[in-house]
């Protein structure tokens, strides 16, 4: 029972950078907009969060910092695709890339300071429910707040008048246009608010995960990040579902390797990406879920003064 509880609890952990990062991509694509740069985001976040953790001692100030880096970077890229209207796909490639790069130079003093470890916030009373305790009340802060945020994204896309209004410029910006709505405020709301979340996962990642810097220690969860939108047919509970998947199968790995499986650790390690690939690839076979569910002007610029 204390292995499994040990398995469930890690694979929330590891799923949480992937639920914030993913969430808000979601709230990004329904927009309309396709950013591609979400690693970068993560990275910048991640470094910023670190560095402000190391200077003040305060964990919630380093969340803070990497939540502004991850929409500061996250405005970098709506200027460019937003206003200037440059093309999306080829301006969040650039985004990813940068933010790999300005992160391993800004973190290159901060590779030998490691942070403490930040103590699980532990509700009293239910953490003590047998198996269910441990695992859900008896997780990192961050771990809870990224449950209010699925539930908060969830009532604002569906059941909110700005949400609506959301989804509406994400499938007919003309039309939103047309009615009065300023399109591109609203895009420019919803990248900022992707690049905040992206900026939180890193975060996470770089404070209450493994509290130390790494030079591009997200490894490709921002690309997986990505992929989940798509996975999750841009609906937030599958994301939900989604990222703790990927988290299970990232964990399963690290326990494998404990308990000497007699598998290379190059297999092992690749394992989350080749499930990320033949998820993608089932879900390509059915493009109808695909075409009903994806934003209809998605990665599309939009221009006011022609509309």
Avoid: C
């Avoid at 969430?23 to 329904?30: D, P």
């Avoid at 308990?259 to 690839?281: D, R």
């Amino acid at each position: 029972m204390d292995y499994l509880v040990s398995i469930l609890v890690a694979t929330i952990a590891a799923g949480t950078p992937l639920v914030f990062a993913a969430l808000g991509e979601l709230v990004t694509e329904k927009s309309g907009v396709l950013n591609l740069g979400v690693e970068g985001m993560m990275l910048v976040g991640a470094i910023a969060a670190f560095a402000a953790t190391a200077a003040t001692g305060s964990p919630w100030t380093g969340v803070l910092a990497g939540m502004l880096a991850g929409a500061a970077t996250a405005l970098i890229f709506a200027v460019l695709t937003l206003t200037l209207m440059a093309n999306q796909v080829a301006a969040g490639l650039a985004l990813s890339l940068f933010g790999v790069g300005l992160s391993a130079f800004v973190g290159k003093s901060y590779e030998s300071v490691s942070l403490d470890p930040s103590a699980p916030l532990t509700i009293p009373i239910l953490s003590d429910i047998p198996l269910l305790g441990p695992v859900l009340f008896s997780q990192q802060p961050l771990v809870y707040v990224s449950w209010a945020a699925f539930a908060g994204i969830a009532w604002f896309m569906y059941r909110s008048r700005p949400g609506l209004v959301l989804r509406a410029v994400g499938e007919a910006p003309k039309s939103a246009h047309a009615i009065g709505y300023s399109v591109i405020t609203i895009r420019y709301l919803a990248t900022l608010f992707g690049g905040a979340m992206a900026g939180i996962g890193g975060a996470f990642l770089s404070v209450f995960y493994t509290p130390l810097w790494v030079e591009n220690m997200t490894a490709g969860r921002g690309w997986i990040a990505l992929a989940l939108v798509v996975f999750a047919t841009w609906r937030p509970a599958r994301v939900m579902i989604g990222a703790y998947l990927f988290g299970g199968v990232t964990v399963a790995q690290f326990f494998a390797q404990g308990e000497g499986a007699a598998i290379p650790s190059q297999f092992l390690s690749m394992l989350p990406y080749l499930a990320t690939i033949v998820v993608l690839v089932i879900i390509s076979r059915n493009l109808n879920t695909i075409r009903l569910n994806a934003p209809v002007s998605l990665g599309k610029p939009f221009h006011p003064e022609v509309a």
